[in-house]
């Protein structure tokens, strides 16, 4: 591989230029679309709508990679991406908490001390779970560029810990993707506890408001964070496209195939799979830390197990092993999933009966998901295949 | 002309009505004495009765215990809730119910029926004081606490325990003479002992707490913590004869500033000025933008407004902020110590043995009942678990949607509860009919899915969990989001109880032994029966146990059956205590997982064991933070992971060739 790897990623995939295109086509038509500064044909809510799915398409690559490239089924990449949401969390409602204390505490006769405002600080961030201490893991929250850190840290360190005591006993395939499941639970258990120092099942809200940019209206901070998540986007596909292409992508394709073989070929595949774990689990806290400023609120039900095998559904019905698969899934899914439970899709009534599409959507997403895995183990992606051979 | 005898009764004619009306009052008397014996004894002592005060009750009521009829009780406590009248023409009593207006039924106090109804005005209600009350409560409970009824007997008893008062005493001492059941007799004694040790004085009270010893009820130790409570006190020194608890250690075992809070409190010093103490006294100081000379905007930090304060301080404004020593020299002059509230060191000393003697003994029983709750939760987790030890443990077929054949099972057991009155028939009709059921949904499941998957394992869970969502939304478009009750029988409602600290409620004992019976079945399935040898054949070498003439596609249908068919009949248990939503499945499943890996894949005795170490395991968390269930969830979940680290292939590892991969 001595040529510059840029070169070769897309020569591989010629599929990566084609992505990046639509995607800053996509970018460009909402700008103009938009309230924000554009035409205003699209509501800022939209906006944040198509921002958070731009982030859960990220999540979606990341769990492709880990899944679909390395054949980890980890059921815990959806615990990474809370994580990221909870650590920039933590800065918006502890900055913005501080200056409306300040605010207040403004007005008495006599300035207040620095103790003063931490205090009344915490008993307004914490008077929900009965406390008016600050936890320890607090100590970094009035500093962004800490949490900043701590958005790639936690979820980094975590997984790689958590992978290091797993691939390190060999756990693998379906036992590790219910040990990895065991860690999302134990997560949202731990998160659902008042005295877990992250206002237990309330969790952390009021998120869509940036300190230091209260003035801003939404529809231009929906803007702002719809670029972001492009980007992040954007970077997160080309750095994915880069990793599973060239050799580390066959190493890694082969120890999915069959890591007995890759081993006795002299392969340090333990070192290879915690790679791949943990910089996913990075790329989704990176993600989720753009995701919860648009969704405004963050609780412990978002960490729940049962997210993280959503996850692993829309990548298989997006198509494993190809990236853009993972985007179609997620952002078909997804964004299906919001139209037919936000009441978009309007209510058929056949006289005998009514369907309500509230009521009905998840039972034909669960059939839906059955017939994917039964006849269409490819995917949408596996479309794109087909029309190729076909051409 | 009338003859003479005559005319003389004629002369007295007008007088009988009169003559009438004193042979009724004669008359009525004599009869009641056959029919009305309280009546009686009542006219007996009529005005004391009317007039009651307390040195006149006495007599009363030893009337009527001598008596000791049978209506005594109803009409003392009638008397002392004012509901007694007097008709003043005949001075007889009745029992007064109040009607609509002013109209009141008269009640009869032998026989409780219904004499008259009369105005408020006709007859003259009684009112005893509260100093004849009370005496008639005293004997009122020496009425029930002798009564002849058992279980007014014990009603009586329980009263006392409930609300004691040290008069009660020499009742309960003179009830226990004549009680003739040894059980109550002994539950009176025992009261008897608490209540003495509770109230009672000098030698008697100390024998009383010594009685207590061993004794792990709640009641008597709870006695003995109320005699060992103690009250924080300080003195220039240890005052002489006070019975004291401890002394304590200033900055080991009080702090400092808490030490000088609590004098100040007392008015013993000037109290410390706290931070939000200065920021008010500043704030009330202001002068020209200035406190004390420093300008309002500089006063952002505590050392500055500490400088404002002794500014201030200097001006005699504020009282003087005191110092570091000058705190320390304070609390060092006095001694700080723990005073028991009972002045007597022989009784605390008593009741501190007592309570020792206990603490074993209570441990024990604590443990035991811990034990008990881990057994049912164990249990529990076996029952959700045992279904899938089958289709996981046995076909290594992921399912996802083995929660839901729980939810089905329970909402099985709610339907036929609908359709059948009775709860234990329902209930006998509901457990083979949820096994039916999910038998038919599993097997349904296997040959439509799971079939076409087995080659793709992790597959499987993508389908599954497709069908697990689509089951969970179908159950809550049918029965609403609510959740349905499954009420247990009557029999199964109560508790067994050890004594106060161990006690396991009856329902919990039946799921145990459901569970018990569930491996006793399965285990019989798999090793003794031909569909278990085909089973195990085929999950070990599916391509030689076809060549010896099985069916795999059959084996493979009927075992996902069978586990569905017990996660099924197991839901209709666990549907029993918790409630039957839709969610409820999910509830389960990861749990349910965690149970089969821990205890190792392929055995359903590995199954049996990961229960009983989950379970155990989060019941010994618990006990270290009771109040936090789900602090001992997470840990619980975090030693799994660990302990997977470390026998990655469960507790019971299957070896050689069933173990496959």
Not at chain 2, 27 to 46: F, M, T, Y
Request: hydrophobic share 50%; charged share 15%.
């Amino acid at each position: 591989m001595a040529d510059t790897p840029r070169r070769s990623v897309l020569r591989d995939h010629p599929s990566v230029l084609w992505f990046m295109a639509l995607l800053g086509v996509f970018t460009l038509a909402v700008s103009i679309l938009a309230e924000g500064f554009g035409l205003g044909v699209i509501s800022t809510s939209l906006v944040k709508v198509l921002g958070m799915t731009l982030c859960l398409c990220l999540l979606a690559v990341a769990m492709d990679v880990v899944w679909g490239y390395c054949g980890i089924l980890s059921l815990g990449h959806f615990a990474f991406f809370g994580l990221g949401g909870y650590a920039i969390g933590m800065w918006l409602m502890y900055a913005r908490t501080e200056i409306l204390v300040r605010e207040s505490l403004a007005a008495g006769t006599i300035p207040p001390t620095e103790a003063e405002v931490a205090e009344a600080t915490a008993a307004q961030i914490f008077g929900v779970v009965g406390s008016s201490e600050l936890p320890a893991i607090w100590s970094f929250a009035h500093s962004l560029p800490a949490q900043l850190a701590l958005v790639v840290l936690v979820p980094g360190l975590l997984a790689l810990v958590f992978g290091w005591l797993a691939f390190r006993s060999r756990v693998t395939g379906v036992y590790l993707s219910i040990l990895t499941q065991a860690m999302t639970l134990a997560l949202a258990l731990h998160l659902f506890q008042n005295d877990s120092g992250l206002r237990g099942n309330n969790g952390l809200s009021g998120l869509q408001n940036i300190p230091g940019a209260l003035d801003v209206p939404q529809s231009v901070i929906a803007m702002w964070f719809f670029w972001a998540s492009a980007l992040a986007l954007g970077l997160g596909y080309l750095a994915f496209a880069w990793v599973v292409s060239g050799k580390f992508g066959s190493v890694i394709r082969a120890i999915r195939d069959n890591e007995a073989r890759v081993r006795f070929l002299g392969y340090n595949v333990e070192g290879y799979k915690l790679f791949v774990f943990t910089l996913t689990a990075v790329i989704a806290g990176i993600a989720g830390a753009l995701y919860y400023p648009q969704a405004g609120i963050i609780n412990p039900a978002q960490v729940a197990p049962i997210a993280s095998i959503y996850l692993a559904v829309w990548v298989a019905i997006g198509g494993r092993g190809r990236l853009y698969g993972a985007v179609i899934g997620a952002a078909v899914v997804s964004l299906l999933s919001s139209w037919f439970t936000g009441g978009g899709a309007p209510n058929i009534d056949l006289g005998f009966y009514r369907i309500v599409w509230t009521d009905w959507w998840q039972v034909i997403l669960g059939l839906g998901f059955v017939l994917v895995t039964l006849f269409f183990p490819r995917g949408i992606g596996g479309l794109f295949d087909w029309l190729v051979r076909k051409q | 002309m009338m003859p003479r005898p005559i005319r003389a009764a004629c002369r007295w004619a007008w007088l009988l009505p009169l003559w009438l009306m004193l042979w009724l009052m004669l008359w009525a008397p004599s009869l009641s004495a056959q029919e009305a014996p309280l009546q009686q004894v009542l006219q007996g002592v009529q005005a004391e009765v009317a007039n009651p005060s307390r040195r006149t009750v006495p007599a009363v009521l030893s009337a009527l215990m001598d008596a000791d009829l049978e209506a005594t009780p109803a009409f003392l406590r009638a008397w002392s809730e004012r509901e007694v009248v007097q008709r003043p023409e005949d001075g007889l009593f009745f029992i007064a119910r109040d009607g609509e207006g002013r109209a009141v039924t008269l009640i009869d106090i032998d026989t409780g029926a219904e004499v008259a109804t009369v105005t408020s005005r006709d007859v003259t209600q009684i009112r005893p004081n509260a100093g004849v009350r009370s005496e008639i409560a005293a004997a009122l409970v020496r009425f029930e606490l002798s009564s002849p009824d058992p279980a007014r007997r014990i009603a009586a008893t329980e009263a006392i325990a409930r609300s004691p008062d040290p008069g009660q005493i020499p009742l309960l001492r003179a009830a226990i003479g004549e009680e003739p059941d040894p059980a109550i007799r002994a539950r009176k004694e025992r009261l008897l002992a608490i209540l003495t040790a509770r109230f009672g004085t000098g030698p008697e009270r100390i024998a009383a707490i010594e009685a207590l010893a061993g004794d792990v009820g709640t009641e008597a130790r709870g006695v003995l913590n109320q005699i060992l409570q103690t009250r924080s006190e300080h003195a220039p020194a240890l005052p002489e004869g006070a019975n004291i608890a401890r002394v304590l250690t200033v900055g080991v075992d009080i702090d400092p500033l808490r030490a000088h809070a609590r004098l100040a409190a007392d008015g013993l010093v000037d109290p410390r000025p706290g931070r939000t103490a200065i920021r008010d006294a500043l704030r009330a100081n202001v002068e020209d933008g200035a406190v004390g000379g420093i300008p309002v905007h500089q006063l952002t930090t505590e050392d500055a407004r500490r400088a404002a304060w002794r500014a201030l301080e200097a001006e005699g404004r504020v009282p003087p902020l005191p110092t570091e020593a000058e705190m320390r020299a304070a609390v060092d002059a006095v001694v700080f110590f723990d005073r028991y509230q009972e002045d007597d060191p022989a009784v605390t000393d008593a009741a501190r043995a007592a309570l020792d003697s206990t603490r074993t003994r209570v441990g024990l029983f604590q443990a035991l009942n811990l034990s008990l709750e881990a057994l049912s939760l164990a249990s529990i987790f076996f029952l959700g678990a045992i279904g899938l030890a089958i289709t996981f443990g046995v076909m290594r077929v992921i399912n996802m949607a083995h929660g839901e054949f729980i939810m089905m099972g329970a909402y099985t057991g709610y339907v036929v509860q609908t359709l059948i009155p009775g709860h234990t028939l329902s209930l006998a009709v509901a457990l083979p009919l949820a096994f039916a059921v999910t038998f038919a949904a599993g097997v349904a499941m296997e040959r439509l899915v799971i079939r076409h998957l087995y080659t793709r394992p992790l597959e499987t869970l993508l389908a599954t969990f497709g069908i697990s969502i689509a089951l969970q939304q179908l159950a809550k478009n049918i029965f609403g989001p609510q959740a349905r009750p499954l009420t247990a029988p009557d029999w199964l409602a109560g508790a067994i109880r050890i004594n106060d600290i161990a006690s396991i409620s009856t329902i919990r004992v039946a799921i145990f032994v459901m569970a018990v019976l569930f491996l006793l079945l399965l285990l019989y399935i798999l090793n003794r029966t031909r569909l278990g040898l085909e089973v195990r054949a085929v999950t070990q070498n599916p391509g030689m146990a076809a060549s010896m003439g099985i069916n795999p596609d059959r084996i493979n249908m009927l075992t996902f059956g069978l586990g569905s068919g017990i996660a099924g009949t197991a839901g209709v248990a666990i549907g029993l205590f918790a409630q039957v939503t839709s969610e409820m499945g999910a509830n389960y499943i990861v749990q349910s997982f965690m149970t089969v890996v821990v205890g190792g894949v392929g055995s359903v005795f590995g199954t049996l064991a990961g229960a009983g170490l989950i379970g155990f395991l989060q019941k010994g968390i618990e006990w270290f933070n009771p109040a936090n269930t789900l602090a001992a969830q997470t840990w619980m979940v975090l030693f799994i992971i660990l302990f997977i680290q470390f026998r990655p292939r469960g507790i019971i590892a299957l070896k050689g060739r069933a173990a496959g991969d």
